[in-house]
Antibody
Framework: QVQLQESGPGLVKPSGTLSLTCAVSGGSISSSNWWSWVRQPPGKGLEWIGEIYHSGSTNYNPSLKSRVTISVDKSKNQFSLKLSSVTAADTAVYYC?????????????WGQGTMVTVSS | DIQLTQSPSFLSASVGDRVTITCRASQGISSYLAWYQQKPGKAPKLLIYAASTLQSGVPSRFSGSGSGTEFTLTISSLQPEDFATYYCQQLNSYPSLTFGGGTKVEIK
């Protein structure tokens, strides 16, 4: 079955750019799914960051839109997150997740999550 | 943006109890609501989507209901493995696929 695995640096300097990749295995990133990023600051709730379709179409959370870029690499069957101008408030566990592109569908598959700390 | 308000934010219950969690949306979202369970250190797990459809493999003691602006998640008989934090999420409209603030279910 489809599995997701996040990877990337666990420590990012303030004002730098956070870069993460989500590798998709057991299925094609070109299937009819939206691929999302969700984050969770320590001890807090979930925040949807944004999503991408294999065509490259994206949707972003307005609160982060000016700093976020999500891209897809179909040749590597993966998608990526870049978050610029990071501060300590961006310290969180970052998850990638899949949502089937059909009405009413939700995030049915999640990666295990990766902790990113913003600190000098 | 659509806001989701969960209540209660904290719930203390015993094994075997019937538990109900409410999620209220700031505007109508039809039936485009999902419920997730999250245990410490783990990714969220989808329980229910489209307000009342049980995700494959989820025990039948979990059920969801509602439409429009008011939704509920019910656990008919709380089991030890159900102690966790529960989140609702709206998938009706962008710009943001908002999550509720969460409800932590702890052992009484």
């Amino acid at each position: 079955q489809v599995q997701l695995q996040e990877s990337g640096p666990g420590l990012v300097k303030p004002s730098g750019t956070l870069s993460l990749t989500c590798a998709v295995s057991g299925g094609s990133i070109s299937s009819s799914n939206w691929w999302s990023w969700v984050r969770q600051p320590p001890g807090k709730g979930l925040e949807w960051i944004g999503e991408i379709y294999h065509s490259g179409s994206t949707n972003y959370n307005p609160s982060l839109k000016s700093r976020v870029t999500i891209s897809v690499d179909k040749s590597k069957n993966q998608f990526s997150l870049k978050l610029s101008s990071v501060t300590a408030a961006d310290t969180a566990v970052y998850y990638c997740a899949r949502r089937i592109a059909a009405a009413g569908k939700a995030f049915d598959i999640w990666g295990q999550g990766t902790m990113v700390t913003v600190s000098s | 943006d659509i806001q989701l308000t969960q209540s209660p934010s904290f719930l203390s219950a015993s094994v075997g109890d019937r538990v109900t969690i409410t999620c209220r949306a700031s505007q109508g979202i039809s039936s485009y609501l999902a419920w997730y369970q999250q245990k410490p250190g783990k990714a969220p797990k989808l329980l229910i989507y489209a307000a009342s459809t049980l995700q494959s493999g989820v025990p039948s003691r979990f059920s969801g209901s509602g439409s429009g602006t008011e939704f509920t998640l019910t656990i008919s008989s709380l089991q030890p493995e159900d102690f966790a934090t529960y989140y609702c999420q709206q998938l009706n409209s962008y710009p943001s696929l908002t999550f509720g603030g969460g409800t932590k279910v702890e052992i009484k």
